[in-house]
């Protein structure tokens, strides 16, 4: 029988955050647990949060100026009544995001996360808890720009959007393979500057997303000009219905 | 520069695993990382030394085991080797492909040194 709990495992383990350890001879102890194993625990903390309120909870990455910012305001003005959308804001320093989807009518809660180049789950549980969920549809979660770090660190999202503004180029995918690979949607932004910036190919960008083995959604919108904001209206009307329905599916399975 | 964050995540749970065992040192971490997981494994050693100052990990050996990106082509079956940025199947060329191995960031085992040979590095040390 096991000394430190005393099931029936032998004596040859140990326990270690509710996980049994079985050391080997010389001094190894085998783990096999992922670094970010605790990130990975507060996240489906926050999910099993969102799920209980049945919020759709998206991830928005992009480098920094793509358009985020921009494409919630559209978004939240689109939207009207249809969904009610709430906003973690994830920069270095200000409120500045904070204020302007404020200014477009959704509540917004800000992170500053001083040097941190990412957010992780626990700066989102800490800021989920100002948001009234149960009063929520869909809630965007705009991390840090950068398109390498936040990709690392699961938030207890559903979804993973990311933007590719045409000013960056259409080779983005292939650069920063471990950000579009995860995505669930990738939005080309600033349609509207296409013609001016000349060289950017929308199927180019599409091929190299492609090339990562992810047959994700690929919209096209001009937050600006209002091009493209249909179809993604439709997609998150469409997500944030299914997320409701697997919800009540599940709730008849375990209630009868 | 996540790769800090990362390093603090391993240091707390190789501490654990040391406490747990009353070990005072902690002679070799062994993890096993592929490429996309997005961490860049030169920056997570010259970082891991940093954040384990003053603790039982300072002076800890990390060994990486470098896990190859591997896919399974869902039309014709086979399994090939790609690079991070060209998931695709070498045999049929479609991107179709489930990925089978490339995205771990693992602690794999930690390996510690005994009481008695821990207490005499940290005479030699301290």
Redesign the interface.
């Known amino acids: 029988m096991c000394d430190s709990c005393g099931c029936a495992g032998g004596t040859d383990h140990?326990?270690?955050?509710g996980s049994i350890?079985r050391?080997?001879v010389?001094?190894?102890?085998?783990?096999?647990?992922?670094?970010?194993?605790?990130?990975d625990h507060q996240a489906s903390h926050n999910r099993a949060h969102f799920d209980a309120a049945h919020v759709l909870a998206i991830n928005l990455m992009s480098s920094p100026g793509a358009g985020k910012t921009s494409l919630l305001e559209a978004t939240i003005r689109a939207l009207g009544a249809r969904l009610s959308v709430a906003v973690i804001e994830g920069d270095l320093e200000t409120e500045n995001d904070a204020r302007r989807i404020r200014a477009a009518g959704a509540p917004a809660v800000q992170i500053t996360t001083g040097n941190?180049?990412?957010l992780?789950a626990n700066m989102v549980h800490a800021a989920l808890h100002k948001l009234d969920l149960h009063s929520i549809d869909v809630l965007f979660i705009e991390n840090v720009g950068n398109l390498?770090?936040p990709?690392?660190?699961d938030l207890g999202q559903h979804r993973n959007v990311v933007l590719l503004s045409v000013t960056e180029g259409d080779d983005k995918?292939?650069?920063y393979?471990?950000?579009f690979?995860t995505a669930d949607l990738m939005a080309i932004t600033k349609l509207d500057l296409m013609a001016a910036v000349g060289d950017f190919d929308p199927a180019v960008a599409k091929t190299?997303f492609?090339?990562?083995?992810?047959?994700a959604t690929v919209l096209e919108i001009s937050a600006r000009s209002g091009n493209g904001m249909d179809a993604w209206i439709d997609w998150l009307i469409r997500e944030a219905a299914s997320r409701r329905r697997s919800r009540s599916a599940q709730y008849e399975v375990a209630h009868g | 520069?996540?790769e800090l964050?990362?390093c603090q995540?391993?240091l707390?749970?190789v501490l654990?695993?040391a406490e747990?065992?009353c070990?005072k040192r902690v002679?070799r971490i062994k993890?096993r990382i592929g490429p996309?997981?997005?961490?860049e494994t030169g920056l997570l050693k010259s970082a891991f030394p940093l954040v384990a100052a003053g603790t039982p990990c300072e002076g800890t050996i990390i060994e990486i085991e470098d896990i190859p990106v591997r896919?399974r082509c869902q039309i014709c079956g086979s399994t090939s080797q790609a690079r991070?940025?060209?998931?695709?199947c070498t045999d049929c060329g479609t991107?179709?492909?489930?990925?089978i191995s490339g995205d771990e960031?693992?602690?794999?085992?930690?390996?510690?040194?005994?009481a008695e040979t821990s207490n005499k590095w940290e005479r030699a040390h301290v």
Request: aromatic share 4%.
């Open positions: 140990f326990h270690v955050s350890v050391p080997a010389s001094g190894e102890v085998k783990v096999l647990r992922a670094i970010l194993h605790e990130n941190a180049c990412h992780d390498v770090c990709a690392a660190f995918p292939e650069k393979p471990v950000m690979r190299h492609r090339e990562l083995a992810n047959p | 520069m996540h964050a990362i995540a391993l707390r749970q654990e695993v747990s065992r070990s002679e993890l996309l997981s997005g961490v896919v991070s940025n060209r998931l695709l991107w179709r492909v489930t990925l960031m693992l602690l794999a085992a930690v390996e510690l040194l005994d």
